[in-house]
C-alpha cells in the first residue's frame, strides 16, 4: 500500500515539475487597467508658469512607480516650501485619490477621477486661504492639444455651493521628456 501511494505520489510530482514553465500564466499587472493609466498625461519633467505672465513658478516632476500602482509628484517651486503628492486610482472605491504633503505641514487628502477628458480632485485644504481659513479645494488637469496640462485649483468656502479661482498653472514638458505619454 506504501509503495503505491509512493509510485501515484511520484508520478503526480513528475507530472507538474514536466509543465514548462512558459505555460503557466502569469496575472496580469495589478494596475495596467485603463482606469490606471487615467492620469498618465500629467506625467513627465514640467517647467511651471502662471499663464497671466507666463512667469515659471516651479519645476514639478511627475513619475510613476511601484509597477505604475502609483504617480509621485514633486513640487519645486522658485520660492518657498516645496511638496509632494503620492496619487493612486483606487479599484474597490472606483475612485483617484491623492495625498498632498509639503514644507509647511500642510497635508490634504483629495478624491474624484476623470470627468470627460479631465481628472478633477476635491478636498478640504485646512488653512488654504490663511490660519483658520479652510476650504474646499477643486483641482482640474486638463491636457491641452500642444501637450500641456493646466492645472486650474478653484476654492469653495460655502461646501461647494459656489467656487472661486485660487490659483492656474499650465505645466509644459522640458526638452528631455518630450516623448513621455
Known sequence: MIMAVMR???AAVALVCSVPLTAQTAPPPACATPQHRGFDFWVGEWTVTRPDTNQQVAHSRIERMHGGCVIREQ?????GSGGSSLSHYDGARRTWRQL???G??????????L??????LTGLWQGVNGPGQDALVR???TRQSDGS????GEASTDQGRTWALNFLFVYRREAATEAQP
Not at 496640462?149 to 486650474?152: L, P
Open 8 to 10: 501515484v505520489g511520484s
Open 75 to 79: 513640487w519645486i517651486p522658485n520660492s
Open 100 to 102: 498632498w504633503l509639503d
Open 104 to 113: 509647511s505641514g500642510g497635508r490634504v487628502e483629495f478624491e474624484g477621477g
Open 115 to 120: 470627468v470627460g477628458e479631465e481628472m478633477v
Open 139 to 141: 483641482m482640474t488637469y
Open 149 to 152: 496640462v493646466t492645472q486650474r
